[in-house]
């Protein structure tokens, strides 16, 4: 059974610039969550997808942003890259159930000039 | 707000050694908790996973337990290796969510 995939495994890109991620969950798997991975913030929730809607958002600016398709793979973009979004994205894919075990993909390390 | 906290942020040790780390969280009311193991650059490795019905968990050298009542879980390694060397991390689910809450880790370096 393949894992999480998440393309590209890495970027970098310009200030100002837009760039989008992608991740394919585990067959079988609905919900898929983004986090943002950095030294001084650890690993901090971005959204969560869940049949093609948006079921949870953390506390990040609206140049975050994502969606769902309907085979369950999900895209996350980000407009305008400020140097701070410099970090390795990670998704994680589940079940559903509140309390299933998230399976995370390698990441994207996303460089920003 | 769920708040995960790991202690100690870094760690040092001989190889052979047995080690503990700890994660405490401030909502006891958790379906379960997560140990994951990540390596430099990559991404997380899921190692250990304890419903909130349980008070142990084992996989090889690792053991996990978990005390609700008090907000706290150990990750118990034993006869610890250089291939050891990771970062930990520990993670509880957000209430009514399939997402998580994350501890900002344990480096861990295991010495030959």
């Known amino acids: 059974k393949a894992g999480v995939t998440q393309t590209p495994r890495y970027l970098i890109k310009t200030r100002g610039q837009q760039v989008t991620l992608s991740c394919s969950p585990i067959?079988?798997?609905?919900?898929v969550s983004w986090y943002q991975q950095t030294p001084g913030q650890g690993l901090q929730f971005l959204f969560e997808?869940?049949?093609?809607?948006?079921?949870n958002k953390g506390n990040f600016p609206g140049r975050f942003s994502g969606r769902q398709f309907s085979n369950s793979r999900s895209e996350m973009n980000v407009s305008t890259l400020e140097l701070g979004d410099s970090a390795l994205y990670l998704c994680?894919?589940?079940?559903?159930?509140?309390?299933?075990?998230?399976?995370f993909g390698a990441g994207t390390r996303l460089s920003v000039l | 707000k769920q708040e995960v906290t790991q202690i100690p942020a870094a760690l040092s040790v001989p190889e052979g050694e047995n080690l503990v780390l700890n994660c405490s969280f401030t909502?006891?009311?958790?379906?379960?908790l997560q140990w994951f193991r990540q390596d430099p650059g990559k991404g997380l490795t899921s190692l250990l996973l304890?419903?909130?019905?349980?008070r142990e968990q084992t996989s090889g050298r690792l053991n996990a337990s978990l005390d609700k009542s008090s907000g706290r879980s150990t990750l118990y390694i034993a006869a610890s290796q250089p291939g050891d060397s990771a970062t930990y991390l520990c993670?509880?689910?957000?209430?009514?969510?399939?997402?998580?809450?994350f501890g900002k880790g344990t480096m861990l370096l295991v010495s030959p």
């Open positions: 994680a894919s589940s079940r559903d159930r509140e309390g299933d075990i998230q399976y």
């Open positions: 067959s079988g798997h609905r919900s």
């Open positions: 997808y869940f049949s093609e809607t948006q079921r």
């Open positions: 909502d006891s009311a958790i379906y379960n």
């Open positions: 304890i419903q909130s019905s349980q």
């Open positions: 993670a509880v689910p957000n209430s009514g969510y399939s997402t998580l809450t």
